[in-house]
């Protein structure tokens, strides 16, 4: 069975610092994708990130990067430059494959993440 | 394009009651999939649809049920409400499922 998990359920950054938020994921599956997305207060999920299991290089988008070690099956996010916007909940998620698994994902159990002026 | 849109945004129900949400996917988007978020359990996926069949189930009972339209359009159901299903209902599309989702902002629902 897939699982997620995210050991941090709180973290505090400073303005304009940098936070790593934590993520170790289990599967069987030898092909697979992992996920990030933020849920502000409102409750709609963003899509930030995304790493494919075969991808060599760690994804990037913006001021988000994803740190991937496959043998160590962790996803970590990282968020350069946190900016009070930042602060939400971040979920990491699973989603297997083969194409028979469709559009299921599986998610962590979040962490808050709260950026101080 | 627009994204994902959800309505009721807000709902409160009794206890026996039925419930039925809806769900637009972006456009061109095939595959849509419901998740329920609550507090205790996190975010649990319910079922998803594509082209109009159900290709997967989460382990939700018979009570939640979902259809999809020729359009992608999407509804699930909610019979004989608990006051546990009191949640957030989060729909998610994508155009074959298997690559990014991208949601909506979700109905919360209270049973009261």
């Known amino acids: 069975a897939q699982k997620i998990t995210q050991t941090q359920p709180g973290m505090f950054v400073q303005e304009k610092e940098a936070v790593t938020l934590d993520c170790t994921y289990d599967t069987s599956d030898q092909s697979y994708g992992l996920f990030w997305y933020k849920q502000p207060s409102s409750g709609e999920m963003i899509f930030l990130i995304y790493q494919g299991s075969y991808d060599e290089q760690n994804a990037t988008e913006g001021r988000y990067s994803l740190n991937f070690q496959k043998a160590r099956k962790s996803a970590n996010l990282v968020i350069s430059a946190s900016q009070l916007g930042d602060s939400a909940m971040y979920f990491c998620a699973m989603r297997g494959r083969p194409y028979n698994q469709g559009g299921k994902l599986i998610f962590g159990q979040g962490t808050e993440l709260s950026v101080k002026p | 394009k627009a994204g994902v849109t959800q309505t009721p945004r807000y709902l409160i129900k009794t206890r026996g009651q039925q419930v039925t949400l809806s769900c637009s996917p972006i456009?061109?988007?095939?595959?849509v999939s419901w998740y329920q978020q609550t507090p205790g359990q996190g975010l649990q996926f319910l079922f998803e649809y594509f082209s109009e069949t159900q290709r997967n189930k989460g382990n939700f009972p018979g009570r939640f049920s979902g259809r999809q339209f020729s359009n992608s359009r999407s509804e699930m159901n909610v019979s004989t409400l608990e006051l546990g299903d009191s949640a957030l209902y989060l729909c998610a599309s994508s155009f074959w499922g298997t690559e990014t989702q991208y949601f909506g902002p979700g109905t919360r629902l209270l049973v009261l």
């Open positions: 456009s061109g988007h095939r595959s």
